[in-house]
């Protein structure tokens, strides 16, 4: 662990500022994880209302904190006042709606094949199937959404609703504004009656706090947002364990946009400020940015390309969250800058303060794309690559030659439908969310959401971090043969006593 006391920095002024957070030692980390494995037990044994209704008290408490709650977070992330009470409704929000889908009970999973003790030639025994929780999960709180994907975020709120307590690792770029969101879950844990270790906030910056808790063996699941090379050295740690376990980790994307023929011949100036605008939006810090622009070279994608570099070199430049991230910004254009073939289009306007990004468009021929891997890689930043295509077989090629990915989109009319139904199968294997004239950076909190695909965009391409399935990636199913009924969980018992969704027979 790290000996040095962390404190909260200002990316506006590279100033530090506040209280200082001790990094917790072996001890306690070793204490919570103890804690939580003791709660589990009675925790994921919660009537659905009463951990409905502590979702629900976990948003109300991050409401009442009220407007330090934002004024803390716009000191640690240099994000406006607006984004941050927008993001403070989403994960209010994702609360209550996780609280839904617990009271409805549906994702128990509850199915019943009663026993048949005269089927020939053998008799089948009383079969019950539910989903139980893992147990303790461990989450780690994200740098660009310091509410939404951190201490409350989406995982915790998953996890607790799948009835796992949760040990969050709280990031360092924003350790105040997780201390204050921590407190109103450990009140909401307080007011529930619940067992204190369902839930715990350890902030650090070091690597070493992480890997201990991935490797403690009460720990039974990762959830993790952040950079590539985070997720990848976690997925080993928890591989190499004497017990396995999974780690839902959230890491990498480009994002790339199709621009179809008949769409990009009808609106391609319109196309270009629209991408423009989605790619700067917010520093371009977002994992669903659009890094990556695919088109037929011809007259109409010039049109594109003129109206995007014009509305780039106008764009104003955005503070980015931590002077590391904006470090990595400015190496990853620089990179792109060097590769042989690649080509600047335009840059923002430069400010004059510390951290700020300017946007950076690129562009290079699909042969030269195809070659060199690198151009394929994420770089977390408003940075885009146009790649000019010959056909519509090096089109496919060039999506065949993708790595996973969280998003694909396609600006398309009602021309160019032949030519997306060519594209979807391909397109289905690459990513977890398909979009059709739309862009790709804003991810709705809802039942029918994919924030998740193949890797690198995920570690476990069988889930999602965003929308009501996020919780199934923290069930295992148990069956019980033969088991007297007044042993049996309550959803399954005869007579349905919970009143959830089951399947006798295979038929709900």
Not at 467 to 475: D, I, N, S, V, Y
Request: glycine share 12%; hydrophobic share 45%.
């Amino acid at each position: 662990m790290s000996d040095a006391a962390l404190r909260a920095l200002n990316p506006a002024t590279n100033e530090a500022f506040g209280p200082s957070f001790v990094e917790p030692d072996a001890a306690a980390i070793a204490a919570a994880c103890a804690a939580a494995a003791a709660a589990f037990d009675v925790y994921r044994e919660t009537d659905l209302e009463t951990r409905a209704a502590f979702l629900e008290t976990i948003a109300s408490e991050i409401e009442a904190i009220g407007d330090p709650l934002i004024e803390t977070a716009m000191a640690e992330t240099g994000l406006p006042q607006a984004r941050l009470t927008g993001e403070r409704g989403r994960t209010t929000g994702q609360l209550r709606l996780f609280a839904q889908v617990v009271r409805r009970g549906d994702w128990i999973g509850a199915r019943i094949d009663p026993a048949q003790p005269d089927r020939k030639p053998m008799p089948r025994s009383d079969l019950r199937q539910r989903f139980i929780p893992l147990g303790p999960v461990v989450v780690f709180g994200a740098s660009n959404f310091p509410l939404a994907f951190s201490t409350a975020g989406g995982d915790t709120a998953s996890a607790l609703a799948a009835g796992c307590p949760v040990i969050v690792k709280g990031h360092p770029a924003h350790p105040n504004t997780g201390a204050l969101v921590g407190g109103a879950i450990a009140r909401a844990v307080a007011s529930a009656g619940l067992p204190s270790g369902v839930f715990a906030l350890l902030t650090g910056q070091s690597h070493a706090l992480g890997g201990a808790l991935v490797r403690d063996p009460r720990v039974k699941a990762v959830g993790f947002t952040g950079s590539r090379a985070g997720g990848v050295a976690l997925v080993k740690i928890a591989a190499e364990r004497p017990e396995p376990i999974p780690v839902f980790a959230e890491m990498s994307s480009v994002n790339p946009v199709v621009l179809c023929p008949s769409a990009l011949a009808a609106r391609a100036e319109a196309l270009g400020a629209a991408f423009i605008g989605s790619l700067t939006l917010g520093a371009g810090q977002f994992c669903t940015n659009p890094g990556l622009i695919f088109a037929l070279a011809g007259p109409d994608l010039e049109r594109f390309t003129a109206s995007a570099s014009a509305a780039l070199n106008a764009a104003a430049p955005h503070l980015m969250l931590t002077p590391g991230i904006f470090g990595a910004y400015e190496q990853g254009v620089d990179r792109l800058a060097g590769r042989d073939g690649v080509r600047l289009l335009g840059r923002g306007c430069v400010g004059d303060g510390v951290n700020q990004a300017v946007g950076a468009l690129f562009e290079v021929d699909a042969k030269t794309f195809l070659s060199d891997a690198v151009l394929g890689h994420e770089v977390f930043g408003s940075s885009s690559l146009i790649v000019r295509v010959r056909d519509l077989e090096q089109l496919q090629m060039l999506l065949e030659s993708l790595e996973g990915q969280l998003t694909a989109t396609l600006h398309m009319d009602a021309a160019d439908s032949d030519l997306v139904r060519s594209l979807l199968p391909i397109l289905e294997r690459k990513a977890g969310r398909i979009l059709a004239n739309g862009w790709p950076t804003g991810v709705e909190v809802s039942h029918a959401m994919v924030h998740g695909g193949p890797f690198p965009a995920t570690s476990d391409p069988r889930g999602t971090s965003v929308g009501t399935r996020a919780l199934e990636r923290f069930l295992r199913p148990v069956c019980y043969q033969d088991i007297p009924g007044n042993l049996l969980p309550a959803a399954l018992q005869d007579g349905n006593p919970l009143g959830v969704a089951r399947a006798t027979d295979g038929v709900f």
